[in-house]
Structures are given as C-alpha cells and as structure tokens.
C-alpha cells in the first residue's frame, strides 16, 4: 500500500447527521476492510452483471482512494460509498448499453450463488435460489432511477434524505420514485403470483 493509501483521514471534518459517530480516524485499508462486502453487494443490486463486478468495485475502490483525502465526514461513510456505486453502476450500464445492447434486459445476469448466505431468504439451497433470482428479476423491471432509489431506501435500508443526498435528486423526487418502484415491484410480483395459479 503506498504512502497515499494510509493517510489517515479524520471522520468529523464537520457536523455529522445525527447518530453518525465514526469513532476514529480511518485509511484506505479501514474502508476496504469494512466496507468492500457493502460495495460489491450495493454494485450487484444496481445491476452489475456478475461478470463486470470485479472491474466495477476496483472503480470504486480507485475512486475511493483517490478522493478519500477530500470526504469530509459530513455523511456517513456508507452513504458516500453508495453515492460512489451508484455512480459507477450508471457508467457500467451506459458502456453495456453502447457494446451489447441485447443484454440488458437479461434476468440471468445474477449468479445466485455467490450471493451471502442469509437465513431469512429460505430454509433451503433452492428455494433460496428462487427467491433471489426473482427479487433480481422483479427489480430489473424498474427503470434505472427507479431502481437506485429501490436498492437504497429497501434492500440497504437508507432514508429518503441520504437518498436525495446520494443521488442530487430533490426529496419529493426521491419519495415519488420510491412509490413508483414499489407499485411496480408489488404488481410484477401480483402476475407473477397469478400466473402461477392453476
């Protein structure tokens, strides 16, 4: 690690929202430490493909590193990081687009199995399986921004103002998507649901 990548920086540059509380000063290796499973998961949710996720996180993580001097401490860390994802999962998409526009509409892009294991999903390998490959495919049918606000405000757990913050989108827009995504989201599931009865 160079000289650069441990230079400490302080985590209160300025006033921090409340209940923020970074107990010290943190470096590079801190950040990647703590947050690199954050970052893959943020990543993959946005709708990496499985295949671009490591060049995806070594962008952030070079963004990160180059600008960590500059983070001021005046959100969390998380949310910086997420603002960072969110950005390079935009990039991402744009470069698929122009080189293989016949893939983004996909559902198979997940590999589910290397998704964490979580015991809340399912009791079992398959049906574990299934579920995330549908919440993968309910969300792909939400437009990008929709989907950002999605990821963010249900699966990350962030508010409305981190949000807003994260994306440089006003509160109410941010607010309006996430109704919209959810009432797209809950639909897709009804048909789904539906199809499926005899």
């Known amino acids: 690690m160079t000289k650069a990548a441990s230079t400490t920086v302080p985590a209160t540059l300025a006033p921090a929202p409340q209940g923020f509380v970074e107990a010290r000063p943190f470096t590079f290796d801190d950040v990647y430490e703590r ?12 709708g990496v493909p499985t295949r671009s996720l490591a060049d995806a996180a070594q962008d952030v993580l070079l963004v990160v590193h180059r600008r960590l001097n500059s983070f001021d401490g005046r959100a969390p860390l ?10 390079v999962a935009r990039q991402e998409y744009r470069t698929r687009r122009r080189r293989q526009p016949e893939m ?32 993968y495919e309910l969300m792909s049918a939400l ?7 999605f990821v963010l405000a249900e699966l990350e757990q962030m508010t409305g103002p981190e949000i807003a913050e994260i994306l440089g989108a006003p509160l109410n827009t ?25």
């Open 104 to 135: 983004l509409d996909r559902a198979g892009w997940i590999d589910v199995d290397s998704l964490p294991d979580d015991a809340s999903l399912a009791s079992t390998q398959a049906e574990r399986r299934e579920r995330i490959e549908l919440l």
């Open 143 to 149: 437009d990008a921004p929709k989907r950002e606000v």
């Open 35 to 46: 947050h690199i499973d954050f970052v893959w998961r943020v990543l993959r949710r946005l």
């Open 174 to 198: 941010v607010y309006s998507r996430l109704r919209e995504a959810r009432i797209r989201f809950e639909r897709e599931l009804a048909n789904r649901e539906a199809r499926k009865v005899p």
């Open 78 to 87: 998380r949310s910086w990081l997420a603002g960072i994802c969110v950005r």
